[in-house]
């Protein structure tokens, strides 16, 4: 099982338990998944929050409960996603849309890809059934 934070377009956030991902998107093209205050089918998954304190495992991290502040989590958090994005998706810059969109209709080989894109192409890119993952990146040091 696994379990989603959910929003609506209504505003109403919930959660909602699930067999897999796969189980989340057949319930939602099928209108199963509705929000338990209006009943309508706008339903997208949102970031979950996280409590704990860091602990480097091999590869990746894992949070463990804590005296670290939630400031200090949340900072420990994102500085390790964002130097897995760095270290392991090409950044394609402004044609974030034009490869997510290739990439997904077969044009392009499956790769994991980042860069930047307009509040209109994220539109589009919703529409077509694409979920991106906005994460503030640290701006690089010309110095460096």
């Not at 696994?2 to 109403?12: A, H, M, Q, R």
């Not at 319930?27 to 205050?37: D, F």
């Not at 998706?89 to 307009?118: C, F, M, Q, W």
Request: charged share 25%; with cysteine.
């Amino acid at each position: 099982m696994i379990v989603f934070d959910l929003s609506c377009e209504c505003g109403c956030q919930f959660e909602g338990w699930f067999q897999d991902t796969a189980d989340f998107h057949s319930q939602k093209a099928t209108g199963l998944l509705s929000c338990p205050a209006c009943g309508g089918g706008e339903v997208k998954k949102i970031l979950s929050p996280v409590a704990g304190k860091k602990a480097t495992v091999g590869k990746g991290i894992r949070l463990i409960a804590g005296d670290a502040s939630p400031e200090q989590l949340a900072a420990d958090l994102l500085k390790s996603i964002q130097n897995h994005v760095v270290n392991n998706y090409e950044d394609v810059g402004a044609r974030l849309a034009e490869e997510s969109l290739e990439i997904h209709y077969g044009l392009e080989k499956p790769r994991n890809i980042r860069g930047v894109s307009t509040a209109e192409e994220e539109k589009i890119l919703e529409k077509e059934g694409i979920e991106i993952l906005k994460i503030p990146l640290p701006v690089k040091d010309s110095k460096n």
